[in-house]
T-cell receptor, first 115, second 116 residues
Framework: AQSVSQHNHHVILSEAASLELGCNYSYGGTVNLFWYVQYPGQHLQLLLKYFSGDPLVKGIKGFEAEFIKSKFSFNLRKPSVQWSDTAEYFCAVGDSGGGADGLTFGKGTHLIIQP | GAVVSQHPSRVICKSGTSVKIECRSLDFQATTMFWYRQFPKKSLMLMATSNEGSKATYEQGVEKDKFLINHASLTLSTLTVTSAHPEDSSFYIC????????????FGPGTRLTVT
C-alpha cells in the first residue's frame, strides 16, 4: 500500500523567504507524484506533477519540486514566497499504471505567510 | 483547466435520513470519478473509485451499502450517504479524470455534510 508523509504540519514564513516543504512516500512500484494547493475556501488545485523524465519539475506560481528516487522524496520549493501563498499544501502519490487508482494524500502542510 | 462542480456545497440533515451529493465534470468526459473524504485537519482519504457504467470500487473500511455511488454518465457521479449519522459529518470531495485529459484528476469544490 502507498503512504505519503509530509514532515511539517504548520509552517510560518515571512514574505520573500524561501520555502521547502518535505514529502516522502512509500510504494514498491513506479509512482506518479503530485503537489496540490488548497487556498482558503477554495478547492484543490494542481501545482505540479511528476510522471517521468526530468526529476526537477516546474509548476505554476513559481513552485518547483524535485523527485529524488533514492530518497523516495518529492519536496516542494519556492525561492521567494508571497502573502498570497498562504494555503494548505498536499503531496499525493498515484499508481503510474495510469489505471483506475485514486490518489494517496499526505496530511497536508498549513503554510502561513506573514506580510 | 477542467472544471468539476459539486452540489450541494453544504447540506445539513437529520440522523437517519439519506443525502445525495452530485459531482459533475462540466467540460470534459470523465471516464473515472473518485470520491474522497476529508476530516478536519487531516488529509483526504480515498473512499471509492467509479468508472462510468460499472460498479464502484470501494477502499477497505468504506461501507458500500452506506455510501452508494452511481456513475451513470460520463459527466455525472453521485454519492448517497444512506441512514446518515453524526459521525458521517465531513467534507466530501470528488475528482474526475478523463482519457483526453492525460489522466490528471480535477477536483470539485467539496460538499460539507453536517448530520444532526
Amino acid at each position: 500500500a502507498q503512504s505519503v508523509s509530509q514532515h511539517n504540519h504548520h509552517v510560518i514564513l515571512s514574505e520573500a523567504a524561501s520555502l521547502e516543504l518535505g514529502c516522502n512516500y512509500s510504494y514498491g512500484g513506479t509512482v506518479n507524484l503530485f503537489w496540490y494547493v488548497q487556498y482558503p475556501g477554495q478547492h484543490l488545485q494542481l501545482l505540479l506533477k511528476y510522471f517521468s523524465g526530468d526529476p526537477l519539475v516546474k509548476g505554476i506560481k513559481g513552485f518547483e519540486a524535485e523527485f529524488i528516487k533514492s530518497k523516495f522524496s518529492f519536496n516542494l520549493r519556492k525561492p521567494s514566497v508571497q502573502w498570497s501563498d498562504t494555503a494548505e499544501y498536499f503531496c499525493a502519490v498515484g499508481d503510474s499504471g495510469g489505471g483506475a487508482d485514486g490518489l494517496t494524500f499526505g496530511k497536508g502542510t498549513h503554510l502561513i505567510i506573514q506580510p | 483547466g477542467a472544471v468539476v462542480s459539486q452540489h450541494p456545497s453544504r447540506v445539513i440533515c437529520k440522523s437517519g435520513t439519506s443525502v445525495k451529493i452530485e459531482c459533475r465534470s462540466l467540460d470534459f468526459q470523465a471516464t473515472t470519478m473518485f470520491w474522497y473524504r476529508q476530516f478536519p485537519k487531516k488529509s483526504l482519504m480515498l473512499m471509492a473509485t467509479s468508472n462510468e457504467g460499472s460498479k464502484a470500487t470501494y477502499e477497505q473500511g468504506v461501507e458500500k451499502d452506506k455510501f452508494l455511488i452511481n456513475h451513470a454518465s460520463l459527466t455525472l457521479s453521485t454519492l448517497t450517504v444512506t441512514s446518515a449519522h453524526p459521525e458521517d459529518s465531513s467534507f466530501y470531495i470528488c475528482s474526475a479524470r478523463g482519457r483526453l485529459r492525460g489522466y490528471e484528476q480535477y477536483f470539485g469544490p467539496g460538499t460539507r455534510l453536517t448530520v444532526t
